[in-house]
């Protein structure tokens, strides 16, 4: 076989020249690889750089938002609440709040003013035996008491919210109301320069009248007026 092959014009070539054209070949296959992994090797470096300048700004944001709200959350603490420190959001004036009154409390013979020229007081607190004539009574040692509105002003004064409450002992007890005997309720309002009242009857065991409170509700947005002593056995 001839070592001979043949140029582009179609003139024969030595062996030699053949060995220098396919060294030339092998030459350029080797440029146009390198040529395609570096391509290939920046692509890849370019991606990477965007996909990451992407995820830093919202990991930023997030630990930034996080930081502001622990910061702008004036009730953020890593302390425990105290189990022992006080409702604050109780109301002090409810009697029924543990029986704690923060404020004037009467003694059942005061007049307690509830409006401008109208008062309030107690009088007639007595013992009585209370009789089971409703739903829900129970018969036995009561207290009975009358509750007066008196209205020194040119108004008529509504009573459609005023209610009576009673607590006794020293754990303050609410008591049970009674219809009888005797019980009679209050109007609806006060008319100028009159006074009305109302009769009201509790279920109050003898042995724990040493420490009643009778609460009188006048006004859904007022504290009610406070009487507290010791009650006739």
């Known amino acids: 076989m001839s070592d ?16 220098e054209v396919e060294a030339h070949s092998r030459r350029r296959a080797l440029v146009i690889l390198v040529v395609v992994v570096v391509v290939a090797l920046v692509g ?7 996909a990451s300048n992407a995820q830093a700004p919202a990991a930023t944001a997030s630990a930034s938002a996080s930081a502001s709200s622990g910061a702008s959350d004036p009730d953020a ?8 420190a006080p409702d604050e959001s109780a109301d002090p004036a409810d009697p029924e709040a543990g029986g704690e009154v923060t404020d004037d409390i009467r003694e059942f013979d005061d007049t307690a003013p509830v409006g401008d020229g109208v008062t ?11 009789e089971a004539s409703m739903p829900g009574e129970i018969a036995g040692p009561s207290l009975r008491f009358t509750v007066t509105f008196a209205n020194d002003s040119d108004e008529a004064y509504s009573l459609l919210g005023a209610v009576t409450n009673v607590y006794f002992g020293a754990d303050q007890t609410p008591a049970i109301e009674l219809a009888e005997p005797g019980g009679v309720a209050l109007p609806s309002e006060v008319a100028p320069g009159e006074t009305v009242t109302g009769t009201f009857v509790y279920n109050v065991p003898t042995d724990d009248r040493g420490q009643v409170r009778i609460t009188v509700d006048y006004a859904a947005a007022e504290p009610a007026v406070v009487f507290e002593g010791e009650a006739p056995r």
Do not use: F, H, Y
């Not at 890849?44 to 965007?50: E, F």
């Not at 309030?120 to 209370?130: F, K, M, R, W």
């Open 4 to 19: 001979e092959t043949q140029d582009e014009a179609g003139e024969p070539r030595s062996t030699e020249e053949n060995a």
């Open 44 to 50: 890849a470096l370019v991606a990477w750089s965007i």
């Open 77 to 84: 603490s890593d302390e425990p609440a105290d189990p022992g």
């Open 120 to 130: 309030v007081a107690l009088s007639d607190l007595e013992a009585v035996e209370g």
